[in-house]
């Protein structure tokens, strides 16, 4: 089967029409027939997965299915909680909150710089770049640079920063590759296929997800950042020798210093009273609510059983100074919702393809990186043997099932 792969490889990542074709005649002159009749049916249709044909399209480095695929878990697993939802206007109000507070979160975490992918990925890139390539990028004006190959003497690549390509294999479709690397960190400027890194960026990420609650851009400020807010510059380029296309108006002017662009806001004593305002109306709405919620249950006896045990824990958490943590518990148990729809069925191909280990049925499977304790394991089977059972005075053991 690896045999097979490999000779299959040449075909897909053929850069000229000579190549392609060269790589088919050899796979048809080492293939076995049968294997030959099913790769036909496969190069019929070369035009949707052969990357020669693919150079044009503005794929972003995505040539599978694992980006719709991993988008549409998100939706299962996340919003929909594996379930399926009673009807439309379940699933519109799922998808409208659920949805939208993950996004947020997403977005608010790259803007915070908690996702350290981005910055790995930009490092790796100019790793590939040898010392001293710096003088081989040449600004042809219009936001385009002339890269030389790091591999091929005398090759030049065109990286067009407008539109995020470069005319590399790797660039070619619109991936961030490690020319577009090399000019955005001489150059700086926007690439759209760049990594949210600047301050600048992070910002409009968190404006994205908060809107007019954003805070001013001191916030997502990092050690870096803060170099440059007081004054020093640490990048390769001066601003004299920056083209004037790629500086920001207020660094036109000879003389001036680097510093971060501040948004006229309130005074801290005005914001600190608008948010105690706020908070005392949100208590006010929250007595309301638990009002109209007293008046309906309090003929239950249940009720004011788990009333009479709350009024005391809140008590007990007032006495420990602990009322931020009792606020955040009440949030999180409020956000809960109780599904009690059937499971969103999954495909055969989709379970033929987990690792082993994993579940078989229609449950969440966990994502990220695993717990670094001992994973629980299940109980042993016990010995189907009636000696034993007698010895141990214990029942006798079935032939189906765990723990029994």
């Known amino acids: 089967m690896l045999r097979r792969i490999k000779e299959r490889k040449p075909i897909m990542y053929?850069?000229?029409?000579?190549?392609?074709?060269?790589?088919?005649?050899?796979?048809?002159?080492?293939?076995?027939?049968?294997?030959?009749?099913?790769?036909?049916?496969?190069?019929?249709?070369?035009?949707?997965?052969?990357?020669l044909y693919r150079t044009k399209l503005r794929t972003r480095g995505h040539n599978t299915n694992n980006f719709a695929?991993?988008?549409?878990?998100?939706?299962?697993?996340?919003?929909?909680?594996?379930?399926?939802?009673?009807?439309?206007?379940?699933?519109?109000?799922?998808?409208?909150?659920?949805?939208?507070l993950y996004f947020k979160n997403r977005i608010l975490k790259h803007a915070n710089s908690r996702v350290p992918a981005h910055q790995l990925l930009y490092d790796s890139l100019l790793k590939k770049t040898p010392e001293g390539s710096e003088a081989s990028v040449t600004s042809l004006g219009e936001n385009c640079f002339s890269v030389a190959s790091f591999q091929k003497n005398g090759e030049m690549y065109e990286v067009c920063g407008d539109i995020g390509t470069c005319t590399c294999p790797a660039?070619?479709?619109?991936?961030?590759?490690?020319?577009?690397?090399?000019?955005?960190?001489?150059?700086?400027?926007?690439?759209?296929?760049?990594?949210?890194?600047?301050?600048?960026?992070r910002h409009e990420l968190g404006k994205l997800a908060l809107g007019d609650a954003c805070p001013s851009i001191e916030f997502f400020a990092n050690s870096r950042d803060t170099i440059n807010f007081h004054g020093e510059q640490d990048d390769p380029v001066t601003e004299d020798e920056m083209p004037a296309a790629t500086l920001?108006?207020?660094?036109?002017?000879?003389?001036?210093q680097?510093?971060?662009?501040?948004e006229p806001c309130a005074s801290t004593s005005g914001l600190e009273q608008q948010d105690i305002e706020d908070a005392d109306n949100n208590l006010e709405?929250?007595?309301?609510?638990?009002?109209?919620?007293?008046?309906?249950?309090?003929?239950?006896?249940?009720?004011r059983r788990h009333l009479l045990s709350g009024t005391k824990r809140l008590r007990r958490l007032q006495e420990?100074?602990?009322?931020?943590?009792?606020?955040?518990?009440?949030?999180?148990?409020?956000?809960?919702?109780l599904r009690r729809g059937r499971?969103?069925?999954?495909?055969?191909?989709?379970?033929?393809?987990?690792?082993?280990?994993?579940?078989?049925?229609?449950?969440?499977?966990?994502?990220?990186?695993?717990?670094?304790?001992?994973?629980?394991?299940?109980?042993?089977?016990?010995?189907?043997?009636?000696?034993?059972?007698?010895?141990q005075n214990i029942p006798h053991a079935k032939l189906h099932g765990y723990g029994h």
């Open 14 to 51: 053929a850069d000229s029409p000579e190549k392609l074709e060269e790589a088919i005649k050899n796979l048809q002159e080492s293939c076995h027939t049968a294997y030959l009749a099913r790769v036909e049916a496969f190069l019929e249709q070369k035009e949707q997965w052969v990357l």
């Open 69 to 100: 695929e991993a988008s549409i878990r998100i939706l299962k697993d996340i919003v929909l909680s594996r379930t399926k939802a009673f009807n439309a206007v379940a699933l519109v109000e799922s998808i409208a909150e659920v949805w939208e």
């Open 171 to 201: 660039g070619c479709t619109g991936a961030f590759c490690k020319h577009q690397a090399l000019v955005h960190k001489i150059f700086g400027g926007i690439f759209p296929n760049c990594p949210a890194l600047a301050i600048q960026d």
């Open 248 to 256: 920001p108006q207020d660094e036109e002017r000879p003389g001036s």
């Open 258 to 262: 680097p510093v971060l662009a501040t």
């Open 285 to 303: 709405a929250l007595f309301e609510q638990l009002r109209q919620i007293h008046a309906e249950e309090k003929g239950n006896a249940a009720y």
């Open 320 to 337: 420990q100074k602990r009322g931020v943590g009792a606020m955040m518990a009440m949030d999180a148990a409020l956000g809960l919702e």
């Open 343 to 391: 499971y969103i069925k999954v495909q055969p191909t989709a379970i033929s393809r987990r690792r082993p280990g994993l579940t078989r049925g229609s449950k969440r499977v966990a994502a990220g990186r695993p717990p670094s304790g001992p994973s629980p394991k299940r109980a042993k089977k016990r010995r189907h043997s009636l000696q034993h059972s007698v010895s």
